[in-house]
Structures are given as structure tokens and as C-alpha cells.
T-cell receptor
């Protein structure tokens, strides 16, 4: 069953704690992306990775970090430096030359 | 830089009504255009896309969109909506050069009443 999985579905953390969101894909896609979705603001790009061991900042990278050690995995860490971390986080992937992005189910992060 | 505008934030329709959701983009070069849909509790999924060729593209579930280059628009249409079309719809634009990054609009929430 091919696709993108994100875990957990819901995540609660205390203010000041770092938290890592998981994203795994078995589509053999080269590129992976992280977006943040807030009501009325659509999707905003946090980080993206075109290939293993390489990643680039998106439009709202401050307070976030990523790694891409394996093709199938692209975890996102929300650090304590992120001023407003409560949001819905979406991971996506695409084949290098196939520009259509496919999305995971998302993780809803609530910082208390 | 690219930008995308979806002017309708909330749309309420009765079943069988016709739908048109506006999407305008700002970008000077060749673009790839997408409509994604997010049904309640489900993944964001691709509805349709335009890369080149016929500017009228057909997607899943009876949706279609027309690319009008002179108007920088890619409006989504459906002749007769159903209750199951209740969802949030996102327009997205990607530059047709280099690595593809998508810029999304703010979304339109569609509520179809039975």
C-alpha cells in the first residue's frame, strides 16, 4: 500500500519543548516537502528537500529544522524558537521530474 | 515571486447548483496550475492540473478548470454540485522552470446543503 504516512495524528506539547514530526513515504519519490496550514492562510512551505542529504528553506523556515538522511524519511523538528507552533502540519512528496505533489494525512500540533 | 489569490473564502450552495471558484495568480513566466481538495478529515488530494496544451482540463468527480493566460486565471467549475463536494479547495501555482515549488492560495471552503 503506497503512500505517505505522518505520525502522530495529534500531538500536544508544552511551550518551550522541541518536538519532532515524522513523515515517511514509500513512493520512491526524490523530493519531499513540509507545509504548515493555518485557517484562512492556506499552505505555507517550511522546508523542502530535492534529494537525500540536501534540503532548502521555504518561506517560513524560522523556528524549524529538518533532516533528510534517507530517501523515504523527512522529519520536521519544531523548536522552541518557533513563536506560534500550534498548527496543522502537512508533508508531501513528488518525483523529481513529476511536479505533482502528494500529501500525507497531516499532524495537528497543539502547544499548551 | 509567485502569488495566488482565491477571492471566495466561503461559498454556500444548494445541491444541483453550479459552482465556479476563482483563482488568479501572479507570475511572469510559464506556470503549472493545480487544484487540490481537502474533504473533511481526509488527505489533501489532487483534483486536476494543467501543464500545457488544451486550456480546459477535466479532473475527478466532474470538476473542470480553464486556464486563461491573458487573465492569469485558473477557475474551477462544476455544473451541478453534490452534498459530497463539501470541502476546502486550494489553487496552487508552480513555476515551469527548475525545481518545482508550489505556492498555494488561501483556500475556499465550500458548503453544499442537501
Amino acid at each position: 500500500d503506497g503512500g505517505i504516512t505522518q505520525s502522530p495524528k495529534y500531538l500536544f506539547r508544552k511551550e518551550g519543548q522541541n518536538v519532532t514530526l515524522s513523515c515517511e513515504q514509500n513512493l520512491n519519490h526524490d523530493a519531499m516537502y513540509w507545509y504548515r496550514q493555518d485557517p484562512g492562510q492556506g499552505l505555507r512551505l517550511i522546508y523542502y528537500s530535492q534529494i537525500v542529504n540536501d534540503f532548502q528553506k521555504g518561506d517560513i523556515a524560522e523556528g524549524y529544522s529538518v533532516s533528510r538522511e534517507k530517501k523515504e524519511s523527512f522529519p520536521l523538528t519544531v523548536t522552541s524558537a518557533q513563536k506560534n507552533p500550534t498548527a496543522f502540519y502537512l508533508c508531501a512528496s513528488s518525483q523529481d521530474r513529476e511536479i505533482t505533489q502528494y500529501f500525507g494525512p497531516g499532524t495537528r500540533l497543539t502547544v499548551l | 515571486a509567485q502569488s495566488v489569490s482565491q477571492h471566495n473564502h466561503h461559498v454556500i450552495l444548494s445541491e444541483a447548483a453550479s459552482l465556479e471558484l476563482g483563482c488568479n495568480y501572479s507570475y511572469g513566466g510559464t506556470v503549472n496550475l493545480f487544484w487540490y481538495v481537502q474533504y473533511p478529515g481526509q488527505h489533501l488530494q489532487l483534483l486536476l492540473k494543467y501543464f500545457s496544451g488544451d486550456p480546459l482540463v477535466k479532473g475527478i468527480k466532474g470538476f473542470e478548470a480553464e486556464f486563461i493566460k491573458s487573465k492569469f486565471s485558473f477557475n474551477l467549475r462544476k455544473p451541478s454540485v453534490q452534498w459530497s463536494d463539501t470541502a476546502e479547495y486550494f489553487c496552487a501555482v508552480g513555476a515551469n522552470t527548475g525545481f518545482q515549488k508550489l505556492v498555494f492560495g488561501t483556500g475556499t471552503r465550500l458548503l453544499v446543503s442537501p
